[in-house]
T-cell receptor
């Protein structure tokens, strides 16, 4: 399986500011995903990030709020822009490790609190 | 559209007792199915998956799950609960999309293990 790291592991931010979350993988992967897990809830996919193309956003998520970069096959960033307390969540990245079986492996997550 | 339903948001079991977590899915095509575990303040860890072949799949930490097409179920079991099994468990189904397959998650089941 892939080894995935995220930075920061947690942060406390002020309303109106932005935070960029980094996701690093120890191997080259084609597809990376960003999820949001709101307090006490399940995971919701924000977007899919393929290297060399624009990210594909799910319904309810827009690029202006959650811009994503994917500069190479081992790295991606998610920015949470103009934050409000409703953005307080755990943000997780994952990679599609085995395309033949759609298996995804997850990073440890970034716990974000917005005051 | 694919969906996943986990029956019971909380399950309490005694140490040494059977763990049974229920998952039902809907899918218009043969699905790939997954169980993930999330320990407190951690990311998701893959427990097991069903893609094709044998319908009884074994995973890590003594867990197994059985794919029953006629019942559209993929219930997770462990014969004897251990204190370390206390965590949240997520069932997921793979959904094919033009932009790449994505996972749809159930609402999660939090397991409490009583001594």
């Amino acid at each position: 399986s892939a080894v995935i790291s995220q930075k920061p592991s947690r942060d406390i931010c002020q309303r109106g500011t932005s935070l960029t979350i980094q996701c690093q993988v120890d191997s080259q992967v084609t597809m990376m995903f960003w999820y949001r897990q709101q307090p006490g809830q399940s995971l919701t996919l924000i977007a899919t990030a393929n290297q060399g193309s624009e990210a594909t956003y799910e319904s309810g998520f827009v690029i202006d709020k959650f811009p994503i970069s994917r500069p190479n096959l081992t790295f991606s960033t998610l920015t949470v822009s103009n934050m409000s307390p409703e953005d307080s969540s755990i943000y997780l990245c994952s990679v599609d490790w085995d395309r033949g079986t759609d298996t995804q492996y997850f990073g440890p997550g970034t716990r974000l609190t917005v005051l | 559209a694919q969906s996943v339903t986990q029956l019971g948001s909380h399950v309490s079991v005694s140490e040494g007792a059977l763990v049974l977590l229920r998952c039902n899915y809907s899918s218009s095509v043969p699905p790939y199915l997954f169980w993930y575990v999330q320990y407190p303040n951690q990311g998701l860890q893959l427990l097991l998956k069903y893609t094709t072949g044998a319908t009884l799949v074994k995973g890590i930490n003594g867990f197994e799950a059985e794919f029953k097409k006629s019942e559209t179920s993929f219930h997770l079991t462990k014969p004897s609960a251990h204190m370390s099994d206390a965590a949240e468990y997520f069932c997921a189904v793979s959904v094919a999309k033009a932009a790449g397959n994505k996972l749809t998650f159930g609402g999660g089941t939090r397991v409490l293990v009583k001594p």
